[in-house]
Every structure is written in C-alpha cells, then in structure tokens.
C-alpha cells in the first residue's frame, strides 16, 4: 500500500510524492529526509508475520502460488522474508494462519555530520562520558571487560588502533558478518541484492563512530573501552538497508552471544509493532539488552519517534548536547584570539599556514540586497538568513571575493551545505565572533584570519538541554517513550583511518551507544542483571534536563522528549533499590489516571522512603508544530512514605490528576521520585498522559489534502513523482495514461487505512486489503499519493472502463475497528477510466 516505506503492511499501492517518512541511521537531521519510493518492480521483498502458534508451514496452504521464501526469522519473530509480486503478497496476506504481511521498508543510509546538521558542535568524547560519569567507573575498574556489544551499522574500521586493530578470536572486534557488501544499495534496484561475507568493514564511517562511542581505547576514551564487540554490517558503502537485513542482523547477534545490541538507526513516526521493533523485544526476552536511538524528527513535533525505539521493550534514548564543542581554530590577530569555524560542505578548505585576505563586510548579501562595501580581492563577511549558502557565496564570488565569512544570525555554531565549489573557501563562525569581526571591520581594521591546523573549544548555547532534533514521544500507541538521554549533541569520536581517524557527528546515533556502553558497565559490574534491570537501573538513576525554550521558568523538559533524563552511570551502579516500571503511560481522558509502582530493596539495612513529584512542561496543539504549558497536575500517593527492609517490595499507588488548566489536546507528564532517608540515590519513574479524547486528533483534515492529481513524471534519479492538478472532463487511461493518483495527508498516525473503488453508473465496489499501523505525514503539506496504477496491479482487471470515485477510510490511532465513529472517511469526485 502507501509509498510511505515506513510500517506498511500489505502490498504497496502507493507512493510517496513528498518528504518521505523514511528510516535512517540516526545522525541530527535538520529536517526529514526527502526520499519517494521507486518503482515497484514485478517482485519485491515481503515481511510475512503468522498468527500466535503458527510457523512457516502455514505456507504449505499456498503451493500453488509463485513465491521463494528467503529467510525464517523462527528465533527472533514469527515469520518469514519471501520475495513476490504485489498479488501474490496480497494473497499471501489472505491465508488463514498469516497474521499481516509487511512489505520490507527501506532504511535510509548514513551520510557525513557536514551534510546533514546545521549545528557543528564538535565536543570530546571526553566531556560526553563525564557527563554520564563513566569517567569515575572506569576510576573503579568497571570498563566493560566480558561483555559483548554488537553494533549494528555500516560496520566497524577494525584496523583502527582505537578499536583493537584486528578482527576475530582475540580482538576487541571478535564477531562480525557483513550481510550485504560494499555496492548493496536497497533503494536501487540494480544494487538491491545482497552479496554477504565475514568481513565487517567499515566503508560507511557512521558504524566506526558509533562503536568509538561504545568503547574506543586509545586517543580518544569510550564509554566501556575494555567491551569486545560484534559488528553487522548492514549497509553498503552509500545507500540504504531493509527490515529484513536489519532482523537477520538481529538474529546473528542473538546467536554469537551479544549481551547488549546498539542500534543507531530507526524509522521515523512509528508504531511498536512494526517487525524491527518486534524482533528487538525478542531479543530482550531471550537477555539481550537492545538499545535503539529515538529519533531526530524533534522538530516535526510530537509523536516523532523511531522503530525499533519505540519497541516496548527497547530502552530509546533521546540526545542532549554538550557544553562546549570542539572546532577547528582561525586565529585573529585583531582579536588576539582563536575562534571556531566551519567549512561550508563542498567549499574548498582553507590551507594550512595561510592567511586570509582582510574582511570586509558585504551585508546579507542575498540577490535584491544592497553591497555594503567593496569586496574585490578581499574576504567577504556576510550575516547568514533570508537566502541561501549558495546565493550569498555566488554573489560574493562574483563581486570579486577571495573567501568569504558567513557568521550565525542566532547564538551558536553551524554549518551547512548546497553551494558548488567556485574555488573560494566559505567558511562559517558564531555570531558572537561574526559580530565582533563586523565591529573591526566597521572601523576600520580589516581583520584577517590565519590558519594554523589547530582546534578550540567553542561553547554551545544548548549545553546540558535536550538537542533540538530529538524526537518527541510518546509511541502512537500512547507508549512511553524514550526512556532516556545521554549526550549526541555532536560528539568526537572514531571513524575509518583512511577517513582521517576522528570525525564530529550528531544524532541520537551519537546518544544511543553512550546508553549501551553504559549498560556494559553495569553487566561488567553485575553479569546477571537481565535488560529489564539494565533498563530500570538506567532509567531511575538519570537526571532531569531543563526545558531550554525558556529557561527562565525553571521547567524541566517534556517527559516525552527526555524521559527520565541523562543517565548517570555512577548513580545506577550504586542504587540500593529499585522504582519499577520507570516509564509509565496513564492514557487519555480528562479526569484522574492512577498507576502503581513497586519499589524494592537492594539494601543491607531498612530504609525509609519518601514520594514527590515535580512536573515537566506539556505540548499543547498542533502535533507538527506544538505550543507548550506549564499547568501542574496534581499528584497524590498511597501510600507516600513508606519503610522497606532488605529484599522488601511495596507498591505504591499514584494518582495525577491534570487539571481544568491544561489544555485539551497535550501531552503531559511528570517524574516520580522515590527519596531514601538518610543519603543515598533517589529513585526517579516518568510518565506521561494525553488530556483529552486521543480519538479526536483528526487524521484526514487538510485544506489541500486529500485531493486527486496526475502524475506528470517520476524523477529517476530520486525516484520522486510530480503531479499537477486535474483538467476539467479528463479522462485516464491505464494502458495509455496519464495516469491518477490520491494525494493523502494523515495528520495523525492511522491505525489502519482502507481504499475502496466504487463505479458511480453501477454501484459495483472494488475493495483492497487494508494497511494497519500507519505513519503521520512529517510536514504540513507533506503526502502520499495512492497511485491507481498499483491498485490494479495488485487487483488486475478489478477496475473497468467507466466512471469511478476513490474512498480512502483512516482508522484513529487506539480506535475500535468496528465502531464507526472511530474512522474517518474521504470519496474522490467522479473520474473516468478509459480503456
């Protein structure tokens, strides 16, 4: 069905025209990745899930169809990968013990931090792992020894002397398979199949970075540097992967003996259902710790996280950055001082030993702006905003400029891309230093800039505040989510050696491995805590983030952004009990929610405990682009205080009741926390909670959307379609076209959608089955179109030449599938199908 590639059961009949909801490694992404589905060709990869106590030979009922089963996942899921035509998947779908089958969506590949963020926070690896305080574990001798990290990524550069140095028995990277080759490419189909070996390299970078993270030894200092590590390769050197390659990952994991599994990749907007997130819980079930990032999306509202985060099982850690950033150093006599700066993506680098020549100051210098002096053979000192990297360096390049300057037009570093190389380096600075260049320029100085090779630390005007591409929670589902934060807000950390060894990236990519090496350490120190515990200890032992869009009213950030906050690994290490479970979701509705948690003893001694409670600020409104409110539920215990003696476990009744205050439509939450008597570590629970009718967040309001359209072309390169809009008694042809499509906006994820086709002369309806569990569309115009052409393709010969209307029906997130007030509807106007 939809060419949305994300969480799509059965088949595809249709395509992304926009923004795609895609799945991606988890680097910071300034806005969703554009990316459209291609063509489907006559076979394609299936995810086909049985019912509950079914098993591959439920297929023995369909011999007579054409399909090749490609992998049974019978460990880690319950189900197959078959390869099939869109019909033949259809009716796969149809037989009795076949519970869904997903058609396997594409995760998009990693590119370079530079091309991808606007921020260029650089920070050591080391200030990141004091933050956690796994600096002061390692001061105890907890490093990670005899635990198993796998990774899977693009692999890891084992040559790297951070990393070990070798692969096999007796290195640090000891276990690895690459499941798809240097070329695989699942986006292309010419590269889709995979070609498998033993040998995990890295030719990606993002993998090495990540493994860095977990436990590099050497320059620069990992979370866990003593782990030995699995490598699973599940991208090519560029590209994309697939569900099915991501699970067989899984599965190996599984079965080399990982005790934790990193996976900083996801698929965004997303249901906990979805295979990936499925197999993950497996995995937990079978004592494996599997850790995922939650998502960049942050800044396409709520209700943004990623699969396999948001699996119930999976701990999803959310980013926060760092105090200070590393960058590379120009330094300005004028100033006496060395500033950061960063090169604009495809912009010549500035050499080393040389100098600028003087700064003059050209304005904003977007095309209809006026030049504030002459720049011919001088460096031009440009305000970023209003037009784009490129239109200002053009215009700089053209009036004469030997470099240019473009500094931040709000607090902090950046940097970016999207010009062509003209042969002048662009290099970009903070508006702190941009600012006091201009001031030099203004009377007169024409400062100059000179390069030595060498770093400073610049800081950051987000430190220790959640990073501003983390993706909000909760799950569609109303699921807590994430669980926690570690610091991904640009961090330092190890890429392959023909790289240049140490590269800056920022993503919850760079979050999520802090939380993995963090559970090292705790299995380091306690082997038989289960993932469960793992979860738990991380999660009551984190410290809360601050709300950062407005500091000055003290609040603390959205429970479903941070979730219980940035770990501290010490705290988790030395918790003397247990709040369980640490994520709770209290639901919709307007009144009082009550819950029950259970504290347990892990002390020596009796100890007394209190409860409080302390808010964190709501979302409110639109779920793209949320407002934000400080109400305060109202929160009582019972009991509040209470005694527990060693091994002892009580239950504690809470009930939250938001308030007539806030608003109808927010998402709200707050942290529980359990204060021992005495000193000793607070044990802190999150929740969070919809006011309201969760049912009445619409899906299908638009004022565009949806609507029909012809598709013009599909461009091959991005394999995006572009459409125009009806002309007045049009007819469409399937054979000779043009062809039709639906334009469909979901506001909200869907937990179901059905297209139906009904002849306007003959009341005859045409009916396909149904997709369950839906993504939201990323933006506000963002859509799908449901393409008729893949409709018959599934149904050949279904829709006759006549007059016909579409109806696409949505069913709401939570909703009942057999009451009608829970689906919303839409019918196209008449159309003609011709021969």
């Known amino acids: 069905m939809p060419g949305l590639r994300t969480l799509r059961p059965l088949p595809p009949a249709w395509r992304r025209p926009l923004a795609a909801a895609v799945a991606l490694p988890l680097l910071a992404l300034a806005a969703p990745a554009a990316q459209a589905e291609p063509e489907d060709g006559p076979a394609q990869v299936w995810l086909v899930e049985f019912a509950e106590g079914a098993d591959a030979s439920a297929l023995g009922e369909a011999r007579d169809l054409d ?70 574990a390692h001061e105890r001798g907890i490093t990670g020894e005899g635990v198993k ?34 070329e695989f490419d699942s986006d292309d189909p010419e590269l889709s199949e995979p070609d498998p070996d033993d040998d995990p390299a890295d030719c990606g970078g993002h993998g090495t970075h990540v493994a860095g993270i977990v436990g590099a030894d050497g320059e620069v200092t990992g979370v866990a ?32 003996g990982m005790d934790v599994v ?120 440009i305000v970023r905003g209003t037009c784009t990297f490129k239109e200002k360096y053009e215009r700089a390049v053209a009036e004469g400029a030997t470099g240019v300057v473009v500094y931040n037009d709000r607090p902090g570093p950046f940097g970016g891309g999207g010009i062509e190389d003209l042969g002048v380096p662009i290099i970009a600075v903070t508006d702190t230093d941009g600012t006091d260049l201009r001031d030099l320029a203004a009377i007169g100085e024409a400062p100059v800039l000179e390069f030595a090779g060498e770093t400073v630390l610049v800081e950051l005007p987000r430190g220790g ?50 939380v993995a090496g963090a559970a090292a350490l705790l299995l ?116 509040q205080e209470l005694r527990l003696h060693p091994g002892q476990s009580a239950t504690v009744e809470v009930t939250v009741e938001p308030g007539a205050d806030l ?30 009718d969760y049912l009445s967040i619409p899906v299908l309001e638009h004022p565009e959307f949806p609507r029909l359209a012809a598709i013009v072309a599909q461009d091959p390169d991005t394999h995006e379609f572009e459409y125009r809009d009806l002309v007045d ?32 002369d003959t009341d005859e309806t045409v009916e396909w089955d149904p997709e369950s569990f839906l993504p939201r569309s990323p933006g506000p115009d963002d859509t799908m179109g449901i393409h008729l052409e893949d409709l018959v393709e599934q149904r050949p010969s279904a829709l006759e030449p006549g007059r016909w209307t579409l109806t696409v029906k949505v069913l709401k997130a939570l909703g009942d599938p057999e009451d009608p007030d829970h689906w919303e509807e839409w019918t196209s106007p008449v159309f003609t199908l011709a021969e």
């Open 67 to 136: 399909f090749e089963v490609r992998h049974d996942f019978e460990r880690i899921w319950n189900g197959v990968s078959v390869e099939a035509d869109p019909a033949t998947a259809r009716r796969l779908g149809q037989l009795g013990l076949v519970e869904r089958v997903w058609s396997d969506v594409v995760f998009t590949g990693p590119a370079r931090f530079e091309q991808i963020t606007e921020s260029a926070a650089v920070p050591e690896l080391a200030q990141a792992i004091q933050t956690t305080r796994a600096d002061i």
């Open 149 to 182: 990290v796998g990774v899977i990524d693009t692999g890891i550069d084992y040559t790297h002397p951070d990393l070990g140095g070798c692969f096999g028995p007796g290195c640090r990277v000891a276990y690895g398979t690459d499941f798809v080759g240097d």
């Open 225 to 256: 540097p003593d782990v030995e590590f699995g490598a699973y390769k599940v991208f090519g050197c560029e590209g994309s992967t697939s569900a099915e390659v991501i699970m067989q990952a899984l599965e190996t994991a599984l079965e080399d």
């Open 262 to 381: 990193n996976l900083s990749l996801g698929q965004s907007y997303q249901w906990p259902g979805y295979p990936t997130a499925k197999a993950a819980d497996r995995l937990t079930e079978e004592g494996v710790a599997v850790v995922a990032s939650m998502g960049n999306d942050g800044e396409t509202g709520v209700y943004s996280g990623s699969a396999p985060g948001v699996g119930e099982d999976v701990i999803a850690v959310a980013s926060t950055d760092n105090p200070a950033q590393r960058m590379d150093a120009a330094y300005v006599p004028a100033l006496d001082r060395r500033i950061g700066y960063r090169t604009i993506e495809e912009s010549p680098e500035p050499e080393t030993g040389t100098a600028t020549a003087p700064l003059a100051w050209l304005g904003r210098a977007c095309a209809d702006d006026a030049s504030e002096s002459d720049v011919d053979g001088k460096t031009a000192l």
């Open 465 to 514: 505040l959640a990073s501003s591409f983390t993706a909000y929670g909760p799950a569609p589902d109303l699921a807590f989510k994430p669980d926690v934060a570690a610091p991904g807000g640009g961090i330092w950390s190890t890429v392959p050696v023909a790289d240049g060894s140490y590269e800056a990236l920022s993503g919850t990519s760079m979050s999520s491995p802090h």
């Open 524 to 639: 380091d120190a306690e082997p038989r805590l289960e993932p469960r515990d793992l979860r738990t200890r991380l999660a009551n032992s984190a410290k809360p983030v601050p709300w950062g869009d407005n500091p000055d009213l003290g609040e603390l950030e959205a429970a479903h952004r941070q979730g219980t906050g940035v770990i501290d690994i010490v705290d988790a290490l030395d918790a003397e009990a247990c709040l369980y479970p640490a994520g709770v979701n209290v639901g919709d509705g307007t009144g009082p929610r009550t819950f029950e948690l259970t504290l347990t003893s892990r002390d020596r001694t009796a100890r007394d405990y209190t409860l409080t409670h302390r808010s964190t600020i709501a979302t409110t409104g639109d779920d793209r682009d949320p407002g934000f409110s400080a109400a305060e539920p109202e929160v009582t215990f019972a009991p």
């Open 663 to 692: 608003p109808i439509g927010s998402v709200f939450g707050g942290r529980i926390t359990a204060r021992p008597e005495g000193g000793g570590e607070s044990l802190t629970a999150a929740y969070s909670g919809y006011q309201g």
């Open 729 to 760: 008694g049009e007819t469409f042809s399937l054979a000779e076209g043009p062809d039709l499509a639906a334009l469909v906006y979901l506001g909200h994820q869907p937990a179901a959608l059905e297209v139906s086709a009904a002849n306007a």
